[in-house]
């Protein structure tokens, strides 16, 4: 199984109205990212959180961390077609006893959004 | 400023067939530089990370190996390819584990 979860895995919404996007573990994580990728493009870094309970926006899109750093949401408010893409989590989880990490994904969750 | 770059964007390749993926930074020194797949419904796959030259981590067992033999250089390579090799391989860079750049990937098919 994946060790950090994503979902819903694809979304269609119409435009202007609100989603979230999930991504959770049930281990601890050290540092959660979020990307974006548009179709035929790269990936495109959107945000970072590392602390519990913290949340940042850019423009129309919210991310945040649960206070036990195992579960973040994405929230994009008022979406728009612009916002369509694959939308993926990533995190810092750690390897052993050290203090060295990996970097893992989830599956990514297809959004399209309906003019 | 730091860039990174993949090449080639799009490979076919037969069954058997050797492939050798490219990636190197610019701008930047000792980066983290990783490889990842991009299998359909499995999101990205860790595959190698380096964090020098000549130290490769492998984190599955597969048919590719990785090398690293200048700073900001990133090989990925098979000495025969498998049909299950194909799909969509990244490179990426971490100057500090804050963020992750990503190059734009290159889509193998193995025919």
């Known amino acids: 199984s994946q060790e950090l979860e994503q979902s819903p895995q694809s979304l269609i919404v119409q435009e202007g109205k609100n989603l979230t996007i999930n991504c959770t573990s049930s281990?601890?994580?050290?540092?959660l990212y979020w990307y974006k990728q548009k179709y035929g493009e790269g990936l495109i870094f959107l945000m970072m959180?590392?602390?519990?309970?913290e949340e940042k926006s850019h423009e129309k899109i919210t991310a945040k961390l649960d206070e036990k750093k195992q579960q973040s949401s994405l929230h994009i408010t008022a979406s728009q077609p612009s916002h369509a893409g694959i939308y993926l989590c990533g995190a810092d989880i750690k390897l052993g006893g050290d203090s060295s990490y990996k970097l893992i994904f989830g599956s990514g969750t297809r959004l399209l959004v309906r003019p | 400023s730091q860039t990174i770059h993949q090449w080639p964007a799009t490979l076919v390749q037969p069954v058997g067939s050797p492939l050798s993926l490219e990636c190197t930074v610019e701008g930047t020194s000792n980066p983290n530089l990783y490889w990842y797949r991009q299998a359909a419904g499995r999101g990205l796959q860790l595959l190698f990370y380096?964090?020098?030259?000549?130290?490769i981590s492998s984190e599955v067992p597969q048919n590719l190996s990785a090398s690293r033999p200048q700073d900001r250089q990133f090989i990925l390579s098979s000495k025969k390819l498998l049909l299950s090799d194909s799909g969509f391989y990244l490179c990426?860079?971490?100057?500090?584990?804050?963020?992750?750049?990503f190059g734009s990937g290159t889509q193998l098919s193995v025919l």
């Open positions: 990426a860079w971490s100057p500090d584990r804050a963020k992750l750049f």
């Open positions: 380096s964090v020098g030259i000549g130290q």
């Open positions: 281990k601890t994580l050290y540092g």
């Open positions: 959180l590392q602390k519990g309970g």
